[in-house]
Nanobody, 125 residues
Framework: QVQLVESGGGLVQTGGSLKLSCTAS????????MAWFRQAPGKEREFVAA?????????DYTDSVKGRFTISRDNAKNTVYLQMSSLKPEDTALYYC?????????????????WGQGTQVTVSS
């Protein structure tokens, strides 16, 4: 079946950087808009960033990460990335990637069909 596998999480100090990766298998990756969500303990899952299918010409970000995070994709590697810089303690969460078949960008978790298991990002103060 379809799998999305995230990697790259870890523990970093405030102001540091991390690059998350999500590799998909058993799907035609370029047909999927891809997104990153995050969920902190006791909070709802939150949209972080999304990138359009095909060439990924369009991206979208939640306001709190604009200018600090960059989403990108490599269709040849079936992988979507999230480059995170200037990290803050409030960025601490479990980060998930998600795929939406032939859809546009969406901030709504229910619009995404496939999900990974998540990778933990912890930012220490």
């Amino acid at each position: 079946q379809v799998q999305l596998v995230e990697s790259g999480g870890g523990l970093v100090q405030t102001g540091g950087s991390l690059k998350l990766s999500c590799t998909a298998s058993r799907l035609t990756f370029s047909n999927y808009a891809m997104a990153w969500f995050r969920q902190a303990p006791g909070k709802e899952r939150e949209f972080v960033a999304a990138i359009a299918r095909w060439r990924g010409d369009t991206t979208d970000y939640t306001d709190s990460v604009k200018g600090r995070f960059t989403i990108s994709r490599d269709n040849a590697k079936n992988t979507v990335y999230l480059q995170m810089s200037s990290l803050k303690p409030e960025d601490t969460a479990l980060y998930y990637c998600a795929g939406r078949y032939y859809g546009g960008l969406s901030m709504l978790p229910q619009d995404y069909l496939y999900w990974g298991q998540g990778t933990q990002v912890t930012v220490s103060s």
